[in-house]
């Protein structure tokens, strides 16, 4: 059965891969799965049919017959349980995977996103360029954690996963500040996952989507 996603109609981004769908499209890319995209405005995205697929008006959503599901770890996870290609087989290191997936999200992109809030919804306030360097200095100490982790590695644990496919696309979202390449190995693993053939399948289709021409 093929699934839909929704994405937005015109990312604010322009087409930069920044916006969730694009991990959620790399995943179905990395595990071949077909799937259709419904595009939303930011109108539709507060309206009734769209809440009832995502109960807090955002996108991507994820539908699968009776299936519909939000939250890009959730439907990451979920594609890569029931299709290989993400996850590996051996089940402590799977669970590794998995737990790398939760790190991405729950504690290297909190600090990054605290960057975006405060750069694009408090920009204007009296107090946001002092505060600045305390927000790029708790972004810079997760960074350097997980830069002395990984090392020379190609990915954080073996074989790319799921873990690498959250993470890389958590970082992208800091790399137009410039802290990533304060992290050379960082920005060489990001490098990394933007090279795999899935990941350049997904931005070029979400890139699409975000340069035609308006209606
Ligand atoms: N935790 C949720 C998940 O992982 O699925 C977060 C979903 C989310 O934040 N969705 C955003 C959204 O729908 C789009 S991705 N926002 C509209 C709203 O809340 O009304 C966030 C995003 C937006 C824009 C850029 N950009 O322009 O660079 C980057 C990322």
Redesign the pocket.
């Known amino acids: 059965m093929t699934a839909t996603i929704t994405a ?1 109609e015109r ?3 322009g087409g ?1 891969g ?4 694009t991990r959620v499209r790399w995943a179905l890319e990395e595990t071949g799965q077909p799937y259709a995209v419904r595009l939303v405005s ?1 109108a539709a ?2 309206a009734p049919a769209h809440l009832a697929l995502h109960p ?5 959503t994820y539908e699968e017959g009776d299936l519909a599901l ?4 959730a ?1 990451v996870f979920h594609l890569a349980e029931r299709h290989a290609g993400l996850l590996p087989d051996d089940p402590d290191a799977r669970a590794r995977a998995i737990a790398w997936m939760f790190a991405a ?1 729950n504690t290297v992109e909190p600090p990054i996103l605290d960057l ?1 809030t405060a750069l694009f919804q408090e920009g204007a306030q009296p107090w946001t360029q002092d505060r600045l360097p305390l927000v790029k200095d708790r972004i810079r100490a997760r960074l350097g954690q997980l830069s002395t982790h990984l090392g020379d590695a190609e990915w954080l644990d073996g074989a790319f996963s799921a873990g690498d496919l959250m993470m890389v696309s958590v970082l992208l ?1 800091c790399r137009p500040s410039g802290l990533l390449d304060e992290y050379p190995n960082l920005a060489a693993y990001v490098a990394r996952g933007e090279g795999r053939p899935a990941y350049r399948r997904a931005f070029a289709d979400q890139l699409a989507v975000n340069t035609r021409p308006a209606d």
Not at 18 to 21: K, Q, V
């Open positions: 937005f990312s604010p981004d930069k920044l916006a969730r769908d930011f995205m507060k807090f008006g955002q996108i991507p939000f939250e890009t770890g439907i999200v975006a979202r």
